[in-house]
């Protein structure tokens, strides 16, 4: 019997805005001093009057928009009422029946899908806007393991620094099937999240929490199985490790013949398991009703309009650009999407290479020798400057050096050999890679007459593969440079010394 998964995701994210959510204490995740940005009003004073933050608003519809939702022009806030002790109001300001956003969607591109498609789209049900809780330290369990002390004094502390931190909430339709697509979601959102610049989008951190879904059911089956809702996965890896889980779990309960219990299960991350934390608690259990002390929100078009007009190119536009105008192959491109600062700094080095090759070519020639100067400079920013400048952050040469450097390589004056060797010392000083040839006796042998006394060299020593050149084996050709060229220690011109050889050759 085969079972078919059932997946759908509920991701909290905090939004980097200045201030929190309802006051004008500081959202600073990075504040070490516990209870530092604290007032009453974070503090669920009774008497105290909460205000939205307009850029929170902001940053959710910026998000929504770029995940093809709806946006409510007329939403409201609503009170989840529980108790615990990081809440000091006693309710979680939410939104529950009106939310500001409902009905997008993301397309995931690179999995191997089921009928060949080449993308498969995660619909998403709706994004709201709610407050962080404040967050626990457990001393003792962190010191010795256990949740109680030796002296039988057990405690808790409270760190309300997070309490009314701005958090978005995304809840997506149970259309995800595979720990793969999952890992692919949450990935993408992560990078649409930092494209926007709303959220650090960091999963160790706690920026980004996910709760994963997920029930099985036979094959062909009209109705889903019951759901486990899995909490505590602080990574993407651990996410997909935990659907893994619990497919194989619900699997083995499902062949004996058993039910899987509706609940809420958490994540071992030792033993690397999920394991069962309670039975999941109804919705009417937190009595929503509207939040008294704010008023409706409503959004004008033109508010929506303006920020629509801000968003930034997203990841899939990128991917789609990179392919069509530099022609990049699909690693190339995925790398350049997930650095910033280094496919920046590519473009700007393209920008000098567009000019330098806009007055020297012929018209027609410019869109293929462009996007072979491209792919020569994606090359080397991803194995060679990538591999030693981690991330492409802080580069100590500039794009137009870069660009007189992929110009050298394109137009044959230096080897392969001592294009690493410049770059090597490009990537430690920062100079340019002209003076770099000067001053390390790096220059190449370009007089023609020591090249071709070279050259007869090598024909001389290699007869066999000359001859098969004369006879029409161009591949000996290049076995002929590549003798020439460990011969002047790589030195040579290859395109000179190809020139001679060929002459040398005729016939
Ligand atoms: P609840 O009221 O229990 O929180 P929701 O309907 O709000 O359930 O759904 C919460 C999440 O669970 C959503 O991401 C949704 O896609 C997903 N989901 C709903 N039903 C199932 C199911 N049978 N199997 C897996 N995921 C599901
Ligand atoms: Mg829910
Ligand atoms: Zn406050």
């Known amino acids: 019997m085969l079972y078919k998964p059932t997946i759908g ?34 503090l669920g004073h009774p008497g105290t009057l909460p205000v939205a933050n307009k850029e929170a608003i902001k940053k959710l519809i910026k998000t929504a928009l770029a995940l093809n939702c709806q946006i409510n022009k007329q939403s409201f806030f609503e009170r989840k009422n529980y108790f615990y002790p990081d809440l000091p109001k006693g309710y979680q300001i939410s939104q529950y029946q009106a939310p500001l956003s409902q009905g997008g969607y993301l397309d995931l591109k690179f999995q191997e899908t089921r009928n060949k498609k ?28 256990v949740g109680v002390n030796p002296d039988g004094a057990d405690y808790s502390l409270v760190n309300f620094n997070r309490s009314g931190v701005p958090l978005m909430e995304l809840v997506t339709e149970p259309d995800l099937e595979t720990a ?41 089956a009209k109705e889903f199985g019951a759901k486990v809702e899995i909490k505590n996965l602080n990574s993407i890896v651990v996410a997909g490790a935990s659907v893994e889980y619990e497919i194989t779990r619900q699997t083995e309960i499902l062949k004996k013949g058993e039910k899987v219990i509706q609940e809420t299960r958490g994540w071992h991350d030792a033993k690397k398991i999920t394991f069962s934390q309670r039975q999941k608690e109804e919705a009417h259990d937190y009595r929503y009703f509207p939040e008294p002390d704010l008023p409706k929100l409503v959004l004008s078009d033109k508010f929506i309009k303006s920020i629509k007009a801000e968003l930034p190119e997203l990841p899939s536009g990128k991917r789609e650009r990179f392919k069509k105008e530099y022609g990049l192959n699909q690693g190339d491109i995925e790398v350049f999407v997930g650095k910033k600062e280094l ?90 890679p002209s003076n770099i040839i000067k001053e390390g006796d790096l220059s190449q042998i370009s007089n023609i007459s020591e090249i071709e006394a070279i050259a007869k060299e090598v024909i001389k020593e290699n007869s066999k593969p000359a001859e098969d050149y004369k006879k029409g084996k161009q591949a000996s050709m290049q076995f002929l440079i590549g003798q020439l060229m460990a011969k002047t220690k790589g030195k040579a011109s290859p395109n000179i010394a190809k020139q001679i050889l060929e002459k040398l050759l005729k016939n």
């Open 343 to 432: 496919s920046g700094f590519f473009e700007s080095t393209i920008s000098e290479l567009r000019e330098w090759i806009g007055s020297e070519k012929e018209k027609d020639l410019k869109e293929t020798e462009m996007k072979k100067l491209a792919k020569t400079t994606a090359n080397y920013l991803i194995n060679d400057v990538l591999g030693q400048e981690d991330e492409g952050r802080n580069l100590k040469f500039s794009p137009e050096n870069f660009a007189e450097f992929v110009k050298m390589i394109y137009l044959g004056e230096i080897s392969s050999k001592i294009a690493k060797m410049v770059l090597e010392k490009m990537i430690q000083t920062g100079n340019d």
């Open 118 to 145: 080449q993308t498969k789209r995660i619909n998403i049900t709706r994004i709201h806007m709610e407050e962080d809780t404040g967050s626990l330290i457990h001393p003792h369990t962190i010191n010795i393991g």
């Open 9 to 42: 995701l509920e991701i909290h994210i905090e939004l980097n805005t200045a201030s929190k959510m309802f006051c004008s204490c500081r959202n600073d995740s990075s504040e070490v001093e516990a209870n530092r940005n604290i007032c009453p009003i974070c």
């Open 180 to 220: 793969a697509e999952v890992k692919e979601f949450i990935k993408e959102l992560q990078l649409i999240l930092k494209y926007l610049n709303v959220s650090g989008a960091n999963m160790e951190k706690g920026e980004m929490r996910c709760e994963v879904n997920i029930s099985l059911a036979e094959k062909g």
